[in-house]
């Protein structure tokens, strides 16, 4: 293996896990690590690439966008929620140092984000859920699905282990 490839190899690893704690803490999206993860796994090798693209982590998060289906209206506003708070930190860092120029520069890629976000990706249907069960049933489903997604990436690290 060449240091390339050993290098993206590393770096789809690093997304692969910031995507793990991503699905398992509401706070932090998956989406944009999990997208790093697979732009690095296909680009280190076909077998890394196919094992990412079976795991539920990857299939939970991602398929849907790569498929072209679009993403859901709750992991629109965590990425675009995510992505603004790093920015904003980002220019209030500069903005503090009276860097002008680079804060025009952060402020429009926050606008095309934002627009990108809003009118370029579809919004897909939420998924179905029984709207007369009362919302103390709905509490419980949620901590599986994370309790899934999390069974997903621990087979997931498994199947890297094998993989590498």
């Excluded at 590393?10 to 692969?16: I, P, V």
């Excluded at 949620?142 to 621990?154: H, M, P, T």
Aim: net charge positive.
């Amino acid at each position: 293996m060449n240091i390339k490839k050993a290098l993206f190899c590393a770096l789809g690893c690093l997304g692969l896990v910031l995507g793990f704690i991503g699905a398992v803490l509401p706070l932090i999206s998956a989406f944009p690590f999990l997208l790093l993860a697979a732009y690095f796994f296909a680009r280190s090798s076909q077998r890394l690439n196919d094992w990412f693209l079976s795991t539920k982590l990857y299939k939970n998060n991602l398929e849907g966008y790569v498929s072209g289906r679009g993403m859901t209206r709750r992991t629109k506003i965590r990425v675009i929620g995510l992505v603004t708070a790093l920015m904003g930190f980002g220019f209030a860092m500069m903005a503090r140092k009276g860097l002008v120029i680079p804060c025009a520069i952060l402020a429009g890629v926050w606008v095309f984000h934002i627009v990108y976000f809003v009118k370029g990706v579809k919004t897909a249907q939420e998924p179905m859920s029984n709207a007369t069960e009362p919302q103390a049933e709905a509490e419980p489903q949620a901590e599986v699905l994370v309790l899934q997604e999390a069974e997903g990436a621990d087979q997931g690290i498994e199947g890297l282990e094998e993989a590498c």
